[in-house]
């Protein structure tokens, strides 16, 4: 009828329509800083918009965390485990939340997961809730990720790369990460993998610091979440590179790994090689400044 052909759109409106929303949706989108949520929040009318991690996992209803590998996620995990019984239930002691995981593990989501809806209807939570992070000296992060990842060939991803030999030198993994920084999330510095756009964290955790297990204690008992916490990595993980025991005190712990620190970045004479000590500090420039970290020094 002459009314169903007025009311149809003319030719090429509908896909122009969905150009412009799908123009719309990547100029949204390119606001962001890599690795962030495409869906910004618009906590307040004067502030900018939040884009939070999109590995950032929302633990309850008041507490947002960025886990960085080899940064503490082991022992913040552990203590999610045991506050949490419900969490060994649904997916196990031990199982990481990555983008593997199911869309929803109780209130343990990460922010990739969460549609525009959820997040837009959520706002309120996610702008309200406690923000933290956990740091580790990029040096020492360095080395922990060589001899639990590479010593051990247990990414074989990089054994596709011309190195001298099947287990490359710590040298000839740092010259890797300067050209990868950002291929592995074990590696990739904080401020790219847990960027602060549009907010600012709560709470910045200090494995080096030596309340770091009282201020972690007592950030979940606040909002709900008591636990003990085992802080495996800080005495015992791979003990053997790291030179410690559980009967050192900390003061102790940071002479040793001051030492490892200065003997992995020395050539075979032990003189320091500075290229070395650079390469770090240019990958992790950003992590060195925000978080106030120095090679000469353990905290």
Not at 101 to 112: A, D, E, V
Not at 123 to 136: E, G, H, P, Q
Not at 220 to 226: R, S
Request: aromatic content about 10%; proline content about 5%; charged content about 25%.
């Amino acid at each position: 009828s002459r009314e169903m052909a007025a009311a149809r759109p003319a030719p090429g409106t509908a896909v122009a329509a969905v150009l412009v929303l799908l123009c719309a949706a990547r100029a949204e989108g390119e606001k962001r800083t890599p690795g962030t949520s495409r869906y910004g929040v618009q906590c307040s009318s004067s502030a900018e918009r939040a884009y939070f991690p999109e590995h950032m996992i929302w633990v309850n209803e008041e507490v947002l965390w960025c886990p960085t590998a080899k940064g503490g996620s082991t022992t913040v995990y552990g203590a999610l485990w045991r506050a949490r019984p419900d969490l060994k239930r649904k997916i196990g002691v031990g199982v990481r939340c990555g983008k593997t995981c199911p869309p929803t593990q109780g209130y343990l989501q990460t922010i990739h997961l969460m549609s525009p809806q959820f997040l837009r209807r959520n706002r309120d939570r996610l702008c309200k809730a406690t923000k933290f992070v956990t740091v580790r000296n990029p040096w020492d992060r360095v080395i922990s990720c060589y001899f639990s990842k590479i010593v051990t060939q247990k990414f074989k991803f990089m054994l596709k790369y011309p190195f001298k030999s099947a287990v490359p030198t710590f040298p000839e993994f740092v010259a890797y990460i300067s050209r990868y920084p950002d291929r592995n999330m074990h590696w990739q510095p904080v401020t790219s993998r847990c960027a602060e756009h549009g907010f600012t964290y709560d709470h910045v955790l200090r494995l080096e610091d030596e309340d770091f297990m009282s201020q972690l204690q007592s950030l979940l008992a606040t909002h709900g979440m008591e636990a003990d916490i085992d802080w495996k990595n800080q005495r015992d993980e791979h003990g053997r590179h790291n030179n410690v025991s559980v009967e050192m005190s900390m003061a102790d712990i940071a002479q040793a790994r001051m030492a490892k620190r200065n003997k992995m970045f020395s050539d075979a004479s032990g003189r320091l090689n500075a290229t070395l000590v650079e390469l770090v500090r240019q990958v992790y420039s950003r992590d060195i400044s925000r978080y106030g970290y120095s090679f000469d020094k353990y905290k």
